[in-house]
């Protein structure tokens, strides 16, 4: 089993993540905002992970800090339940649509943080939820959880099913990267020996 718990506290936040790599898609979330509890729950199911994340933090100034910190904690998880990452596959992609909306995500377990996030979102809101804060999310996760991931966002003219192809299609991904290759069992999915 791979199972992380990260707390982190800020002044601006209290964030609390569990986390089971090889889960049931299992989700119990609850940041304070319905939208980012939503995306989560999209990577849990997607990814096929087991997630339970607590989080309070200012929202009253602005949903930015939570939500950045969110990232954090979850890619600080993620890099835990990762751990060394022999036997994996190391790579995965994932094509996602819905609706009209079409998501391309790529991941690598690289041990080096790399973002490229190409999305153009319709709309710059999805109700309350400011879609530039999708990419705040994504930046933190990578940042801390050592990975390099491309997003590309294809198609898409409703800004809500854009972010949900972006968090599904990540699920996807991460999962398919994630998963052990039985032909390489035991191995380094790097010939530098190490990720």
């Known amino acids: 089993m791979r199972h992380a718990r990260v707390t ?3 002044l601006e936040t209290e964030i609390v993540v569990s986390l089971e790599l090889y889960g049931t898609g299992h ?8 939208f980012l509890d939503h995306m989560l729950d999209q990577i849990a199911r997607h990814g096929m992970l087991d997630i339970e994340i607590s989080a309070t933090g200012d929202l009253h100034i602005d949903l930015h800090h939570t939500v950045e ?3 954090i904690t979850f890619g600080q998880a993620l890099a835990q339940a990762l751990g060394d990452k022999r036997g994996m596959r190391r790579y ?3 094509y996602v649509p819905l609706d009209e909306a079409l998501t391309r995500v790529v991941v690598d377990l690289s041990g080096r943080p790399g973002l490229e996030f190409h999305v153009d979102f319709a709309r710059s809101r999805v109700g309350a939820f400011d879609a530039d804060l999708v990419h705040e999310f994504f930046q ?3 940042n801390h959880a050592q990975l390099t991931v ?3 966002n294809l198609r898409g003219r409703n800004a809500h099913h854009q972010a949900e192809t972006i968090f599904k299609a990540f699920g996807r991904a991460l999962r398919a990267a994630a998963e052990i290759d039985p032909r390489a069992a035991g191995m380094m999915p790097s010939t ?4």
């Open 8 to 10: 982190r506290k800020t």
């Open 27 to 34: 989700a119990g979330i609850a940041t304070g905002i319905p």
């Open 69 to 71: 910190d969110v990232g």
């Open 92 to 94: 995965g992609h994932a």
């Open 140 to 142: 933190g996760c990578v």
């Open 150 to 152: 491309h997003v590309d």
């Open 192 to 195: 530098k020996g190490s990720l």
